[in-house]
């Protein structure tokens, strides 16, 4: 039997060649971090991205729906602007709140 019997094992002494690869891979994931973070757009940006969509979006979709119901119905034109104006009416309701909404964050970010 061995002199030392647990199942430790013994310790090396620290190599020079790891500790230079730990700090240059710390230094490059710190500078990876800075370079991802620039490159996430502000809260700003997808606020107006989100109202574009928003403004776009609610009009065509309830146009659509509309132009569908009119000619299930067979009631040209009235559906399909009842539901476009609807649309835009929803639209504009969403981006208020969303307005609403970013203005409250930018508040509690300053605070």
């Not at 710190?30 to 757009?41: G, H």
């Not at 119905?73 to 504009?92: K, N």
Request: glycine share 10%; with cysteine; net charge neutral.
């Amino acid at each position: 039997m061995a002199e030392d019997d647990s199942d430790e094992v013994p310790k090396l002494p620290p190599d020079a060649r790891l500790e230079s690869l730990d700090e240059r891979l710390d230094r490059l994931q710190q500078a990876e971090a800075k370079r991802t973070a620039k490159r996430q757009p502000d809260a700003s940006s997808r606020a107006g991205q989100l109202i574009l969509s928003q403004l776009v979006g609610c009009p065509l979709g309830g146009g659509i729906v509309g132009w569908l119901l009119d000619r299930w119905f067979g009631t040209r034109p009235w559906l399909m602007l009842v539901f476009l104006f609807l649309g835009f009416a929803v639209g504009v309701w969403n981006v208020i709140r969303i307005s609403n909404e970013a203005t409250r964050n930018a508040r509690g970010k300053q605070d």
